[in-house]
Structures are given as structure tokens and as C-alpha cells.
């Protein structure tokens, strides 16, 4: 199984869901799956996601997802990280926003 932390408007994906109680969904783990298609399991576009991690590391898209991984999703305008990080390869922030207001 693979547990999915779910972060600002992406709690939509749970029912009942409420700002004030962690959000979590439980999903069956799928061997060789790559955290992209995860993402993409979950019907998420790159452009929907901010700054994403697997047990407390940054979320790659090739990142080979393992039975009883922990995923903190965060949507795209949730950018945790600063000085740049975002624009460093992660590949999971929207290019539409502007950079100039980091």
C-alpha cells in the first residue's frame, strides 16, 4: 500500500475531507510504477502539482514508487521550497507562474 498525504486543494480528491484533519488516501502499491504515473493514477497533470515528496525527499517523475511509500502532495500553488529549488528539475511546478515573485 502507499500512503498519499494530500495538501491544500488536491483534499478534493477525498470525500469529506476538512482542512483541519490531515488528509490521507490509501492506495494500492503498483509494482514499477514510477511516481508520474502515480500522479497520473490519481488523475493529477504535472501542471496541478507543486512541490512533492516520498518519504521526506523531493518527488522525482522517474522515482520507482515502493510498497509502503509515504507521498506528501502538494498543489501547484503550494511551492514549499525557496531559493530556486523550484526551477531546479523537480518538474512539478507550472510554468505558467512567474518566477520573478519568489
Known amino acids: 500500500m502507499i500512503?498519499?498525504?494530500l495538501y491544500g486543494n488536491l483534499r478534493a480528491l477525498v470525500?469529506?475531507?476538512?482542512a483541519s484533519e490531515d488528509t490521507?488516501?490509501?492506495i494500492e502499491y503498483i509494482?514499477?510504477?514510477?511516481?508520474?504515473?502515480?500522479?497520473?493514477?490519481l488523475d493529477l497533470k504535472p501542471g496541478d502539482l507543486g512541490d512533492c515528496f516520498i518519504n521526506g525527499n523531493l518527488a522525482k517523475a522517474d522515482h520507482m514508487m515502493e510498497d509502503?511509500?509515504?507521498?506528501?502532495?502538494f498543489?501547484?500553488?503550494?511551492?514549499?521550497?525557496c531559493g530556486g529549488q523550484h526551477l531546479?528539475?523537480?518538474?512539478y511546478t507550472r510554468e505558467d507562474?512567474?518566477?520573478d515573485h519568489y
Open 15 to 18: 470525500s469529506g475531507s476538512h
Open 97 to 99: 507562474v512567474d518566477v
Open 31 to 41: 509494482e514499477k510504477e514510477t511516481f508520474a504515473q502515480l500522479a497520473a493514477r
Open 3 to 5: 500512503e498519499i498525504h
Open 24 to 26: 490521507v488516501l490509501t
Open 68 to 73: 509502503g511509500d509515504r507521498v506528501g502532495i
Open 75 to 81: 498543489p501547484f500553488n503550494m511551492v514549499l521550497l
Open 88 to 91: 531546479k528539475g523537480h518538474g
